[in-house]
């Protein structure tokens, strides 16, 4: 019997700590349920803005070989241009 009077006396004096331990479980427990809503609400969002880039990056790449053909055809035109300018035709 004294073994569970001593153990009594412990669980009384330790009330404070158990107290203090159970009410940071439960804030953090809570705090991990509102970070999985969290997670729910953005990640459809997320989603959607990275399907977004797909048809962006292939816009891209049609317009390049445009802009390419354009610069080269308009450094060749200013290359005759110049030389033309200079024959004074």
Known sequence: ?????????KVTAMKAR????????????VQYAQAATLNESISPIL????ELF???LALI??????IIAI?????????LSA???KLHV
């Open 71 to 79: 610069s080269m055809i308009s450094f060749i035109l200013g290359i």
């Open 1 to 9: 019997m004294a073994f569970f009077e001593s153990l009594k006396e």
């Open 61 to 66: 790449l049609a317009a390049i070989p445009l």
């Open 47 to 50: 989603t959607s803005v990275t």
């Open 54 to 56: 797909q048809p962006l």
């Open 83 to 85: 030389i033309l300018g």
């Open 18 to 29: 158990i107290l203090a331990v159970t009410a940071v479980s439960l804030v953090t427990l």
